[in-house]
């Protein structure tokens, strides 16, 4: 698998599935989830509000995910995760793990080629940027996957060097 770091806007990614850090309601929010339903119409939380009644009534739990059409984005797949909120006295990056493996197993039943990353935890959850990309780097590298292109997009330059710092270190 080949893993590249793009510094942009998740939305505008020409990608198989882009990943959505969603939160348990997975009614929408704000960050890189406002952004994803803004950009990919209503059929989006459609799905959401489907699979909520179908499957998720108590909400998505934190570090699985789920796939919804990609409405209008360039992605055929939007593929949600929830992302544990940071605590400085509880190790939770085992949940943040589990959102990148449960994403690209999701990815693997859809037959995903390519897919983006958000930096999932690490805006509005809190996690710390270097650490949010260290597990996020080394949990994708080790993942068995049928995924052949994975990219990181990052909007900030800070995200980027982090996420670059990961990269660097086996
Ligand atoms: P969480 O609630 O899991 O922390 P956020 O959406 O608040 O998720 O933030 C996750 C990361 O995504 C942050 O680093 C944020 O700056 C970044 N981000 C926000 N919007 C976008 C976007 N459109 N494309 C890529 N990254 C984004």
Redesign the pocket.
């Known amino acids: 698998m080949k893993i590249t770091l793009i510094r ?4 505008e990614q020409q990608v198989d599935a882009v990943v959505n ?1 969603a ?1 348990s309601s997975l009614l929408g ?5 406002g ?1 994803i339903h803004r950009k990919g119409g209503p059929e989006i939380l459609d799905e959401c509000r489907k699979l909520r009644a179908s499957h998720y009534g108590g909400g998505l739990p934190t570090g699985q995910a789920v796939a919804t059409t990609g409405g209008l984005l360039p992605a055929e797949w939007v593929i949600h995760t929830v ?1 544990p909120v940071y605590s400085a006295a509880e190790d939770r990056s085992a949940q943040l793990a589990s959102c990148y493996r449960e994403s690209l197993r999701v990815a693997d039943d859809l037959g995903v080629e390519s897919i983006a990353f ?10 710390p ?1 270097q650490d949010a990309a260290r597990i996020a780097v080394g949990t994708v590298r080790a993942t068995p996957t049928k995924v052949t292109d994975a990219r990181f ?4 330059t800070d ?1 980027y060097a982090a996420f670059e710092h990961a990269l660097g270190t086996p």
Do not use: E, H, K, Q
Not at 8 to 11: L, P, Q, S
Not at 29 to 33: E, H, M, P, T
Not at 153 to 156: I, T
């Open positions: 942009g806007d998740i939305t850090a939160n929010g704000g960050g890189v989830d952004a992302g958000p930096a999932v935890s690490a805006g509005v959850y809190g996690w940027m997009v990052l909007f900030s995200a």
